[in-house]
Each structure stands twice: as C-alpha cells, then as structure tokens.
C-alpha cells in the first residue's frame, strides 16, 4: 500500500517535534527513517500508526484520507522497540491476538499461526511464554504478531534497538530477506545509518522534527543535500575554511569544491575515508593517535594552522602508513570534500551535526 | 581434632546456636500457642466443640463476618484496583498526597478507625441523627461495620496492585489497537489478564483481614447478638463470660478459615510475581 504523508505537525507542549513533514512511500517499500534521537522520527511513524494524533497535517494510506481513524481500523502492523509482548499470552496466543480480535475461525488462526512460526525460525516454540525466550527470538513473534492480519503496511520503531550488536545484525538480514518474499511495504525508524543504508530501499533523514534529505542509501552518501546530512552520515570531518575561487583552503590544506561565493567563511565536510596522509617532515599536521580496528587503522591527527582535530582511515596494509607513528608530521590531500558557507542557513543546521 | 574441623566447628556452632533460637522462638511465640487453642478446643470432645460452634449466636457471629468480609474483599477488588490504575498512570502533583491518604488506615490503630466513624456518623453526630430517621444507621448497624472494614483494609489490593500496573508496558495497549482491538477488548484481554492474580491475593489478604478485624468492630458494629456482633467479638464475650472452651471452639473455625487463606493468597501472589 502507498503512504503519502503531508504536512504533518505534532508539538508536545511547547516543543515542536515534528516540523512539515511531507514525504510519499510506493507500494513495497521498504523505507527508512534515519536521524539522530530525539528527532521526531518515531512521533511520525505513531502518527501513521493512529497512535497519536497529528497537530494538522495529513495522512493518506492507499490514496484514502485516514486522520480520522483510529489506530484498531488502520490496517497497520505496528513493532515495538521493547516488543510489546502481551506476557500472559503464549508465543502462539500472542501472534494469533490480531486474528481472534477479528473473530477468523479458529482452524484458520492455527494454520496462519504455523505458518508464521516456521517462517520465523521459531518452530516448536509456540508454547513458550514470552519471558522464556531471547530478545531476538521476542523481537521475531512480535513481527510474526504484526504480520499475521496480513497488514497493507508494517511499521517498525527502531525494531533492533533491544537487542545486542551480533542479533542485530542477524535480524536485519533477515529483515530484509522477509520484505523481499513478503513486499508488504514497511517503514521502520532507525538512528543507526548502518541499519538504513544495509537494508532500506530509501532512506529519509529527519532531524529536529524536519526532513532533511530522501533518496536511495548512495544518493545520500554521495550528495548530501544539506551540512546536516554532510555531517550526519558516515565518519565526518567538519574543518574551518575559506573560500577563494574553486578551492576552500584549510590552512595549508585545500580541496575543490564548487558554488560557493569567494571569500566566505566555510564548514568544510570530509569523509574520513576521502583523505590521504603520508609521512612528510614539512607537512601541516601531527599524527596524535594510531589505532587498529579489524581491517583498517585510523590515524588522527592535529592541523597547527587551524587548530584542528582531523582524522583519516585506511586499510590495515595501505603503503599511506608507511612511516605513520605518533608524533610525526605528515601531508594531507583531501580527494572528495563539500563545503557549506558560514553565514548560510540557520543556526540550527549548523549546531545540530554531533 | 584437626584445624579443619576445628575451624569449621568455630562458624557451625553459632550458626547451630542461631538456628535453634530461631526454632524456640518461633515455637514459643507461634507454634505453642496455635497448639494449645486446638488441643484446647477439641479438648471437651467433639460434640462440646460441636455445640459451641453451633450456637446459634455463634453461627450467626461467624456467618456476618464472613459475608461482611466477602463484601469487602468484592469492593476492594474494584475500588483498589481503581485506585491503583489512577495512583500509577495519572501524573499530577496531587498524587503524593493520595499515594499518602491510601497508606493511612495502616498507620491509624483500628480502634481510632472505629471511633472516627462512631463520631462521623453516631447517634450524637448530626449525620448520624439524620440517618437514624432516616431508617438507615450506620453506627451500631451493619452498614457501620462494612465501613470500618472498608477503611481498614483499603491499602491491600492497591498496594498488591501497584507494582504489577508499573510493569506494564503502555505499548502492550498500543500493540493491541494496532492489531485491531477496541477499548474493550484491550481491556479484558491485555490489561486485565496480567493483574488479576495480583488483584486476587489483594482481595484474599482483605477477606482474610475482615474476618480477624476486631478493634474497629468492638467500637463501631454495637455487639448486639444475631445482629451486628462479629466472630472476634463474641469469642472475646465468651472469654470474659467465663467460657474458654467455647471461645477457644469459635476461634479453632477462625483459624481454620485464615489459615486456608493462606496458601491461597501466596499461591496467587506466586502467579502474579510470575506473570
């Protein structure tokens, strides 16, 4: 089923969490909603729930209007962060509650219940009581519970957020796997850009109640729409610069970018894979700190003419580390930078990056 | 002996001497005397038992206190529970003083409970003239006497209540809308299911509460027999009447009532922990 959503408005108290929030999802999609928490992405996804109510704004599921509605008539198959397992129930009692609510024969509840037990990996744990079995496993009877009245939407609150790193990872495979046999079109809200850009098909970055940027996991990697975005997603540098034709010059440092006025003060953005250090005695900065992480090593360093933190990551056998230790002096070239300018946009944009 | 066993003699012998004080006291302070009311009791044969207990003023002092208690223990299943649910998921500034107004009856001797409702709704009180020409007394009538129980035993089920409420996950209700139930619905199916043990053993300590309550009762219920004269209170009128072995009879059916209540209400409190 299609969403559109437009122009969604939701303040609590004087806070307004969710600012304007305009965005359309096709059918079977599967849809992230990235940003930092906090943001507003879970009030929009509630909103699309029926679980709150939107200030103004609307709502519209499959081409029909559904503000009015509440959550029992939407049709949407909701999971929970902490699952929501109804504990008194059965996993069994638990995944057919959505079928004997609406009063489906009890052999067919039965049959629906299997299916989705097998199909989820829990076979022969229909019995169990919720407390009995392990984040994931929960986290899994709680889709299997949102999925078995067959919604025309599934929407999912930072789904894998309970759960420890290894599960996570399993489970989003295999949430992906699933959306793939099943297309039921789904949204779920992470603050994890791994999780989105692993298993989204498009990803929407919300910050401070506002989308910032939609498209495919490269399109925001790649042309990030705003320094938000920029310094949002992946491992970012942000450096002072100045603006002199084509080039933005930090200190002794200086990338191409392109479109900015000259002379302005810039926020320049670098990707810490975009950079080049070697060992050079007469270069701009300071190796302060090397560390080994798995396959890569990241190198981080001081630039004295801008007093600066700048860091960089390489493979573990890259011929940059050649001569690489604490305390040496070293070149930098940057390969790929974006620049915004100072004084452009609100505060809030620029403040708002960690 | 060896340093070993010496050593382990050194920490055995207190904690021996700790267990068998423990035991003495316990038999001395519980088991002695519960042994003494039943030897007592059935010591003038079974028939002296029987007709002690069958009295009819008997029957009719245990009879009121356990309808009395049955009673109770159904409006505190409804109320407490009320009053919990509110305690826990209203947030106002207020509600520490409610929180507060809930533990009072354990903090009031029941004698005083007693007392406040004589000079609420007594004879010489305004209300009470008006309620007694009214047809319906309170004080020194049944109505007196559920009050006071009502009163006294107002803290269990909220309290048994309470902390089940603030374990439930508000997205439980929410997950239940989602999945297409109405108010209704959540509420027998979700909401209600996971408190009613803890609802159940309030209700059972209640009952069992109400069945024992004396000091309220002396004070407010009258004591007439037949009428408004509850079990505790007659058996103390058949001790100070000079009849022991009747008092000890009475009080042998008391027992046996609170201590099937007992295992009951740990049984159900048991379920509610694991729930």
Known sequence: MGIRVENLVKSFGRTR??????????????????????GGKSTVLRMIAGLEAADSGQVWLDGERVDHLHARERQVGFVFQHYALFRH????????????????????????????????????????????????????VALARALAPRPKLLLLDEPFGAVDAKVREE??????KLHDEVHTTSIFVTHDQEEAFAIADRVLIISAGRLEQEGSPVQILDDPATEFVARFVGDVNVLPGRVSGDQVHIGRVS??????????????????????????????????????IGDRVRVEAWLDDVQAPIFAQFPRRSSLLTGIEVGCRIAIEIAHARAWPVADGDARRLGGAA | MNAATSARLRYALPALALRGGVVGWLSLIVALPVVVLIVRGLSDGPAAFWSAVSDPAAVDAIWLSLWTAGIAAAVNAVVGTAIAWTLVRWDVPGRRLIAALVDLPLAIP????????????????????????GGMPIAFARPGILLALLFVTLPFVVRAVEPVLEELDPAEEEAAFTLGAGQFLTLTRVLLPPILPAVAAGAVQTFARSVAEFGSLAAVSGNIPHRTLVAPVYILGEVEAGNPGGAASVSLVLLALALGMQPLAAALARRGGRA
């Open chain 2, 110 to 133: 029941t004698l005083v409970a007693g007392v406040l409702i004589i000079a609420l709704f007594g004879p010489q009180s305004p209300l009470g003239k008006l309620l007694v020409s």
């Open chain 1, 171 to 176: 489970l989003r495979r295999w949430l992906r």
């Open chain 1, 255 to 292: 990338a191409t970018v392109s479109g900015l006025p000259d002379g302005a003060d810039a926020h320049v953005v670098v990707r810490s894979y975009d950079l080049k250090f070697w060992r050079e005695d007469a270069g701009p900065g300071t190796v302060k700190r090397v560390t080994t």
């Open chain 1, 89 to 140: 129930m059965s996993v069994a009692e638990n995944i057919a509650f959505g079928l004997s609510v609406r009063d489906v024969p009890r052999a067919e509840q039965r049959e629906r219940v299997d299916t989705l037990l097998e199909v989820m990996g829990l076979r022969g744990l229909g019995d169990r009581a919720p407390a009995q079995l392990s984040g994931g496993q929960r986290q899994r």
């Open chain 1, 17 to 38: 969490v969710v600012d304007d929030v305009s965005f359309e999802i096709r059918p079977g999609e599967l849809v992230a909603l990235l940003g930092p928490s906090g």
